[in-house]
């Protein structure tokens, strides 16, 4: 029987990426990284976690005295959430996507924003080394639905990601990337001199 532990994911290290702009057809690597057509988002806040959200409507069906019969299921949407800690150009580029970004000393203005469209691609790393990468297979609606700048820690922006399903009814690619085994290689020591033949060291 396979270890329990290997079914308990245990999240590492957590990364998203959106498309660039422009791109039409953009796709993760053979092995799960992400190319030119791919911006990552920067470091996430410590502490969030990338959440999901099934969106669907309901109806129950019911018989004589209220018996459930039937469950009818309308899906809707995949929601995503995810909290940046950096203020970069792509961060910028989700919560003012029609506005230029504001170089130093440079003036710009801010536009009323729409929704950023992308791709978006998520790919995690749990305690095994196993990589988790999914793709959504449409551009996804992407906006800001929580933007901080407190006195106390780091100023976050909290993003929603709406992720719509395709005409074949599928929202992601996802594939799982086996952890590699290896032994990490130690460092080379650094803060002792290595004697040298003759050097009386």
Request: hydrophobic share 40%; proline share 3%; glycine share 8%.
């Amino acid at each position: 029987m396979a270890d329990v532990a290997d079914r308990v994911h245990i999240w590492k290290n957590a990364e998203v990426y959106i498309s660039i702009v422009g791109a039409d057809n953009p796709q993760a690597e053979a092995d799960g990284t992400f190319g030119a057509d791919w911006l990552q988002v920067g470091i996430l806040a410590d502490g969030s976690s990338i959440g999901q959200e099934r969106d669907a409507d309901r109806t129950e069906i019911l018989g004589w005295s209220s018996q459930l019969i039937a469950t009818d299921q309308k899906f809707k949407k995949d929601t995503r959430t995810f909290t940046a800690l950096e203020d970069n150009e792509v961060v910028w580029s989700l919560m003012w996507p029609n506005s230029a970004f504001p170089e130093a000393g440079t003036p710009t203005v801010v536009l009323a924003p729409q929704d950023a469209q992308r791709y978006i691609g998520f790919r995690t790393t749990d305690q095994n080394g196993n990589v988790h990468v999914e793709v959504s297979r449409l551009e996804a609606n992407i906006y800001p639905s929580a933007m901080d700048k407190a006195d106390d820690g780091a100023s976050t922006t909290e993003f929603t990601a709406e992720i719509r399903k395709d005409a074949d009814g599928a929202l992601y690619d996802k594939a799982v990337f086996s952890g590699t085994g290896v032994a990490v290689t130690a460092p080379d020591v650094i803060r002792f001199k290595t004697a040298g033949a003759g050097s009386g060291e």
